[in-house]
């Protein structure tokens, strides 16, 4: 059973920093992208940003800059470094896996596998 476990979600004010994981077990990722989004109360789910097998990234314009999204391919664990945090980056944030494909796609239908997420919140 494949399965994605966020940690690392909390309460931090307006410009500091947060770093979410997200551990996978049930089968490696080899050759598969990996993304993170998230889901602000009374809105729709976005794309954050994502990370091919390789190291190759794609970010959202909203934390282009601020983000960076890793993975570390032995531990089967893909990060989320989150600085100059902004009240509105406050929502859910779900780690994501492609079954099949490298391919860091922005869109949420190209990924099977979700993790239960981790509340972000940053107050101003």
């Known amino acids: 059973q494949v399965q994605l476990v966020e940690s690392g979600g909390g309460l931090v004010q307006a410009g500091g920093s947060l770093k979410l994981s997200c551990a996978a077990s049930?089968?490696?990722?080899?050759?598969?992208?990996m993304a993170w989004f998230r889901q602000a109360p009374g809105k729709e789910r976005e794309f954050v940003a994502a990370?091919?097998?390789?190291?190759?990234?794609y970010y959202a314009d909203s934390v282009k800059g601020r983000f960076t999204c890793s993975r570390n391919n032995v531990k089967n664990t893909v990060y989320l470094q989150m600085n100059s945090l902004k009240p509105e980056d406050t929502a859910v944030y779900y780690c994501?896996?492609?079954?099949?494909?490298?391919?860091?796609?922005?869109?949420?239908?190209?990924?099977?596998?979700w993790g239960q997420g981790t509340q972000v919140a940053v107050s101003s």
């Open positions: 049930g089968r490696t990722f080899t050759n598969s992208a």
């Open positions: 990370i091919s097998w390789s190291g190759s990234t």
């Open positions: 994501a896996a492609r079954r099949f494909g490298d391919y860091p796609t922005i869109n949420s239908d190209e990924y099977n596998y």
